[in-house]
């Protein structure tokens, strides 16, 4: 069983930063972030490949966020920089059995609990 356990959401103003952590278990997968805001449907907002090589980001959060990895940690984060009130949202990690980077949700397999980020302006 897989178990996907996110950290690091809070409260802050815009313009602030923020890092979100994902603890995983089991073996080294394809890894991203996806974000849900109150009657809206899940967003794609980061991805990344095993080996932490390449990575991909959604419109909205391009040049402002960053996914990275410690495979030694089997932990995924995600930097979240100038933050707007936009970007308020429960956060998920999830990961995905295949080998091939996807951005959409229904291609990964497992899922955290999420994380709760709210940004005021």
């Known amino acids: 069983q897989v178990q996907l356990v996110e950290s690091g959401g809070g409260l802050v103003q815009a313009g602030d930063s923020l890092r979100l952590s994902c603890a995983a278990s089991?073996?080294?997968?394809?890894m991203g972030w996806f974000r849900q805001a109150p009657g809206m449907e899940r967003e794609f907002v980061a991805a990344?490949?095993?080996?932490?090589?390449?990575?991909y980001y959604g419109d909205s959060v391009k040049g402002r966020f960053t996914i990275s990895r410690d495979n030694a940690k089997n932990t995924l984060y995600l930097l979240m920089n100038t933050l707007k009130p936009e970007d308020t949202a429960v956060y998920y990690c999830?990961?995905?059995?295949?080998?091939?980077?996807?951005?959409?949700?229904?291609?990964?397999?497992?899922w955290g609990q999420g994380t709760q980020v709210t940004v005021s302006s």
């Open positions: 999830a990961a995905r059995d295949g080998l091939m980077v996807h951005t959409r949700s229904q291609d990964y397999d497992y």
């Open positions: 089991g073996r080294t997968r394809v």
């Open positions: 990344i490949s095993r080996n932490g090589g390449s990575t």
